[in-house]
């Protein structure tokens, strides 16, 4: 069963640095676009970025200059700096997978992971 999982979220101080992972694992046939999404409080989930398999990337304006996507194989990463109270969220891995032995690409989510910035 194809699942993504997703590690490094925790706890820093405003201005600090943080580095999330996502692998994808099980009977992986092929990965095409991979990235992030996260969920504040009382909010509805957003698009933070996303990377291609050719490594074209998008991000949100709101983490321009300041977020990182990057990607190998089958794991997708996020290195996030110059962290602000607003940026405090569940950080949602997503991915288009398309599993051995099926035609068609799907998409998956990971469970999410948090990070909270302290002021």
């Known amino acids: 069963q194809v699942q993504l999982v997703e590690s490094g979220g925790g706890l820093v101080l405003a201005g600090g640095s943080l580095r999330l992972s996502c692998a994808a694992s099980g009977r992986i046939a092929g990965v095409n676009v991979m990235g992030w999404y996260r969920q504040a409080p009382g909010k509805q989930r957003e698009l933070v970025t996303t990377?291609?398999?050719?490594?074209n990337t998008n991000y949100a304006t709101s983490v321009k200059g300041r977020f990182t996507v990057s990607r190998a194989v089958n794991t997708v990463y996020l290195q996030m700096n110059s962290l602000r109270p607003e940026d405090t969220a569940v950080y949602y891995c997503?991915?288009?997978?398309?599993?051995?032995?099926?035609?068609?690409?799907?998409?998956?989510w990971g469970k999410g992971t948090l990070v909270t910035v302290s002021s």
């Open positions: 990377i291609t398999s050719g490594g």
């Open positions: 997503n991915a288009d997978l398309r599993e051995l032995g099926r035609p068609d690409y799907a998409n998956y």
